[in-house]
C-alpha cells in the first residue's frame, strides 16, 4: 500500500484505513509509541499499561524540570 501525505493545519497527516486500524487494535484514543531507525517511522499501539505509566511519568518529570524551556522553544 503507498500513501501519501496530506497537510493537517501546519503539519502533515498520514491517512491510516480503517481495516489497518481495526487489525491492530487501534482506536482514535488508543496512546500510540512512534520510533525511528533512521530510515523508517515505526508507529506501535501501546497496550502495556505499565510502560503507559512509566511514559507518562517520565513525560510529567520533563514538563516540571524543562517546562520553561518548553515554553520558550513552543513560541
Known amino acids: 500500500m503507498i ?3 496530506i497537510q493537517h493545519g501546519n503539519s502533515s497527516a498520514l491517512i491510516i484505513d480503517k481495516p489497518i486500524l ?3 487494535n ?3 484514543n488508543t496512546p500510540l ?3 525511528t531507525d533512521g530510515k523508517n517511522i515505526i508507529i506501535s499501539p501501546i ?3 505499565e ?3 512509566k511514559l507518562n511519568s517520565s ?3 520533563i514538563n516540571t524540570r524543562f517546562s520553561k524551556t518548553l515554553r520558550k522553544l513552543a513560541k
Do not use: A, F, G, Y
Open 51 to 53: 510502560r503507559l505509566n
Open 33 to 35: 509509541e512512534i520510533i
Open 47 to 49: 497496550s502495556d499499561t
Open 22 to 24: 481495526e487489525l491492530l
Open 3 to 5: 500513501k501519501t501525505m
Open 59 to 61: 513525560l510529567n518529570k
Open 26 to 28: 487501534i482506536e482514535q
